[in-house]
Nanobody, 115 residues
Framework: QVQLVESGGGLVQPGGSLRLSCAAS????????MGWYRQAPGKQRELVAT???????NYADSLKGRFTISRDNAKNMVYLQMNSLNSEDTAVYYC?????????WGQGTQVTVSS
């Protein structure tokens, strides 16, 4: 089992920045990809960004240039730097980790962009 705990969400004004963190624990060896999805009210969960253990990244096209994913394998952490936030970024952000063909999810952290 892999446990994931997200942190760093909150309320931010339009144009602001936030950095989300996700800590993995449990059976963490052989974790391959980690990343972030988000789900806005009334919408399906959508990809934000993923990163493999080797550092290969993948982003939702609409978020390239504003969001940056990074990973610290030694600390079993994945991060999401979010810049130039707008109201459309308001959502619950979920961390995931892929291990031996299974995807694990965190509980999510709320990001609200509002003035």
């Amino acid at each position: 089992q892999v446990q994931l705990v997200e942190s760093g969400g909150g309320l931010v004004q339009p144009g602001g920045s936030l950095r989300l963190s996700c800590a993995a624990s449990g059976t963490i060896f052989s974790i391959n990809a980690m990343g972030w999805y988000r789900q806005a009210p009334g919408k399906q969960r959508e990809l934000v960004a993923t990163i493999t253990s080797g550092g290969t990244t993948n982003y939702a096209d609409s978020l390239k240039g504003r969001f940056t994913i990074s990973r610290d394998n030694a600390k079993n952490m994945v991060y999401l730097q979010m810049n130039s936030l707008n109201s459309e970024d308001t959502a619950v952000y979920y961390c995931h980790a892929d291990r031996t063909s299974r995807r694990y999810w965190g509980q999510g952290t709320q990001v609200t962009v509002s003035s």
